[in-house]
């Protein structure tokens, strides 16, 4: 028994994206966006509900419509004027470790190299077919998976092939992910591939979270009679839905309604027509639901709140948003004018257009009657307020300041040594799903990846008892191979950042932060999971526990505040613990300790803080974990003493200049010359 769609309260953007894609699924989509407890997957779920029933033909695996089926079903061809059978449309959520043949359908390899049968299993995709494909903290599903999701529901179209057989079938879906931003944002390439993207926040009025309360309270004392008092409710917003739907086309786009589209769009500097096009189509689908025959300036400006967010050109670590006075603005600039003197609109003011180098556009200020997170905050002042343009305007006065990072560069790629086993990524070696073929070994369940000639070997020396005679090869079950495949997985980065005063001047900070911020971006577009462990004055830190979000862990290591004693042991027995609380929680997740230091360390008088940092890196060493010493000394008189930590942590030891790509190649030079 799910929650009904029209009990839910507040969460307004995200009822209406759903809806609006529900009338038109031409949209492509919803990504909400939303801290955890407030009810994304509860609204989700409730919208299959009041989604118009689907006529099927009876036994097809794929959903077809009896009407229109589609020519290449693997289950047709299905015989014209076959009798229908009408179903609830489905809601089918897509779990974040799912395998790819789960997702988009398997073929039965065996059969088809044993029997010649072209066996299919169907995926998600087909359960998905003319429903809603929804998947949870979507962030988190890897870009292979997520480009599958995307690339079918753009083109209506569902293609498996493995070993040269193939399977193609429909799969039309409205696509509806949801995540966490502080869990990790989607990369930006597949974020504009949404049709549209809400920001759902906890409801602030007493009053309104009373009644979310109110309503969940009942629903949970009794479902079936909660259900049956918004029953009404139900069948209205249905009925309001096939209405719409039906509507829909005959709504018109006028010249000047588009004009205010692309003009919005061009306001907002979005890349590429994508933008124009799907805020069109919300924009229709909108008038369509409001019951409308024409789009208005109100719809134009529903659609573009709801469709340009995420579109804007931005840093990864910049949160999407829209500013209200931008967007008014440009509907007024773009409205029609009625009248004899009719004056051209103003050009926008701004700088030149498209100045090459020129920065984006930053007009995000947060709204009035929003609370900015922590992380906003950090955002807000790294940024600066628009007035106050430069500087590291925003932090409270009588504080001593933080040090800012320098510039970040491509940094070259840290890895853990040996094959691991984890979450696909981009870092370390490890055995995977995909990736290169490196071996064969007998299938542990059915086979995925054939690996054709350790197939032959096995098969070869039975031919003869067998009782081969002709020119094929006579292959039994227990002769297949699969292929062994060596990828690249993610890792848990946790850096250990000696923030204390034996880090030399402000400039020398400002370039660590910098090198640390690098290494933080690479984290991100590798999928790693980063934690951030820090030491000064008189005790270590855990300034974020492990975590998806590496704009979180940005955030931290601007406000990092730097000076004092230098407790280094504190710091690797911190990194220690937290490690070893990872390892209960994700096993497969192999750890990689970046410790940021000169090497020194220093305590109370009469202890002896070096001893106790190296036996702390012995300890690190003896459990395994897998370590790069980034060598932050300065100065003319070098002590080496990062290099000393380095070997007791049985880690390679990387000077803060060598961290960049480039310098990769200049290390390998300068080696070549020497010899
Ligand atoms: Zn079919």
Redo the contacts with the bound molecule.
């Keep these: 028994m799910t929650y009904p769609f029209g009990a839910v309260v507040g969460m307004d953007d995200m009822r209406l994206a759903l809806l609006l894609n529900a009338v038109s699924p031409a949209i492509g989509g919803v990504l909400v966006r939303g801290e955890k407890g407030t009810a994304k997957s509860t609204t989700v779920r409730a919208l299959a509900a009041v989604l118009p029933p689907v006529a099927v033909?009876p036994g097809?695996?794929?959903?077809?419509d009896p009407a229109a089926?589609?020519p290449a079903?693997?289950?047709?061809p299905?015989e014209p004027g076959a009798p229908a059978q009408t179903r609830p449309a489905r809601l089918v959520e897509l779990p974040v470790g799912a395998s790819e043949d789960r997702v988009v359908g398997s073929l039965d390899l065996e059969r088809a190299l044993t029997e010649g049968v072209k066996a299919f299993e169907p995926g998600l995709l087909a359960a998905a077919h003319r429903g809603v494909l929804y998947v949870d903290e979507v962030n988190l599903l890897h870009d292979h998976l997520v480009d599958l999701l995307l690339d079918a529901a753009a083109l209506g179209t569902a293609y498996v092939e493995r070993e040269g057989v193939s399977v193609r079938?429909a799969a039309r879906f409205l696509l509806v992910g949801t995540m966490n931003p502080e869990e990790g944002e989607l990369r930006p390439q597949l974020l504009d591939r949404f049709g549209l993207t809400v920001e759902v926040a906890a409801p602030r009025d007493p009053a309104v979270r009373a009644e979310v309360v109110r309503r969940r309270f009942a629903y949970d004392a009794d479902p079936a009679g909660f259900a049956a008092a918004w029953a009404g409710e139900e069948a209205a917003l249905a009925e309001r839905i096939a209405g719409a739907r039906a509507r829909l086309p005959h709504v018109v786009l006028s010249d000047a309604a588009l004009q205010q589209v692309t003009a919005v769009c061009a306001a907002f500097d979005v890349d590429g027509l994508r933008a124009d096009l799907v805020t069109a189509r919300a924009a229709v689908a909108h008038a369509a639901w409001a019951g409308r025959d024409e789009v208005t300036e109100d719809d134009v400006r529903v659609a573009a709140r709801l469709a340009l967010p995420h579109r804007r050109r931005r840093n990864p670590f910049d949160a999407p948003g829209l500013d209200d006075d931008t967007l008014d603005q440009a509907l007024e600039d773009s409205r029609p004018e009625p009248g004899p003197d009719e004056d051209p609109p103003p050009p926008p003011d701004g700088p030149d257009d498209d100045g090459g180098g020129a920065p984006p556009p930053r007009d995000d200020t947060p709204r009035a009657d929003g609370d900015p997170s922590p992380a906003e905050e950090g955002r807000s002042r790294d940024d600066g307020p628009p007035d106050e343009g430069e500087g590291r305007g925003g932090a409270p006065a009588g504080e001593r300041a933080a040090v800012a990072p320098s510039d970040p560069f491509r940094a070259r790629r840290l890895e853990v040594p040996g094959v691991g086993a984890g979450a696909a990524g981009r870092r370390s070696k490890a055995r995977a799903e995909r990736g290169r073929v490196v071996g064969s070994v007998r299938p542990n369940g059915p086979v995925t990846r054939l690996h054709l000639v350790g197939t032959v070997l096995a098969a070869a020396p039975h031919q003869t008892a067998r009782g081969r005679t002709g020119p094929g090869l006579r292959v039994a079950r227990e002769d297949l191979r699969q292929a062994t495949l060596e990828g690249r997985e993610g890792n848990l980065v946790l850096f250990v950042v000696d923030a204390s005063g034996s880090m030399g001047s402000r400039a020398r900070m400002g370039a660590v932060k910098g090198a640390v911020l690098s290494l933080l971006l690479d984290a991100y577009q590798r999928r790693d999971k980063v934690g951030l462990v820090t030491f000064r004055g008189a005790d270590a830190g855990l300034a974020l526990p492990p975590t998806w979000s590496v704009e979180a862990a940005a955030a931290r290591l601007r406000e990092l505040p730097t000076g004092g004693r230098t407790p280094l042991a504190a710091g690797l027995l911190r990194a220690a613990d937290t490690l070893r609380v990872e390892r209960v929680r994700d096993p497969q997740r192999r750890p990689l300790l970046v410790v940021v230091t000169d090497g020194r360390a220093t305590g109370p008088r009469g202890t002896d803080a070096l001893g106790a940092a190296h036996a702390a890196a012995q300890r690190l060493a003896a459990d395994g974990t897998a370590a790069v010493v980034v060598d932050c000394e300065s100065g003319p008189v070098r002590l080496g003493l990062a290099g000393v930590l380095g070997a007791h942590l049985g880690a390679q030891t990387l000077r803060l200049e060598e961290l960049a790509a480039e310098s990769l190649a200049a290390t390998v030079r300068s080696v070549r010359e020497a010899a």
């Design positions: 033909v097809c695996r794929f959903a077809c089926p589609d079903c693997p289950d047709g299905h079938h």
